[in-house]
Nanobody, 116 residues
Framework: QVQLVESGGGLVQPGGSLRLSCAASGTIFFSIAAMRWYRQAPGKQRELVAG???????NYADSVKGRFAISRDNAKNTVYLQMNSLKPEDTAVYYC?????????WGQGTQVTVSS
């Protein structure tokens, strides 16, 4: 089993920044695991925000390119999402995800609210 625990969400004003963390534990070879961040806003489908491979190649949704950055620290089994220039439309629950050794794992989510 693999556990993913997100943290770092909260309330921030438009234009502000937050850094989300996702700590992985359990039977995971973290260094070879591709990791992703998804988000789900009320009444909307869950969408991919950013992904990072085991070799640290990254990809982003068009809506966050240039504002968000995904990174990983294999020594800490942790993946991060640095979010800058936040907009009200970034408000959502953010989830960490991995597909590892044939199984899908999700974290419990962390709420990000962008509002003045």
């Amino acid at each position: 089993q693999v556990q993913l625990v997100e943290s770092g969400g909260g309330l921030v004003q438009p234009g502000g920044s937050l850094r989300l963390s996702c700590a992985a534990s359990g039977t995971i070879f973290f260094s070879i695991a591709a990791m992703r961040w998804y988000r789900q806003a009320p009444g909307k489908q869950r969408e991919l925000v950013a992904g990072i491979t085991s070799s640290s190649s990254t990809n982003y949704a068009d809506s966050v390119k240039g504002r968000f950055a995904i990174s990983r620290d294999n020594a800490k089994n942790t993946v991060y999402l640095q979010m800058n220039s936040l907009k009200p439309e970034d408000t959502a629950v953010y989830y960490c995800y991995t597909f590892h050794r044939g199984n899908t794992y999700w974290g419990q989510g962390t709420q990000v609210t962008v509002s003045s």
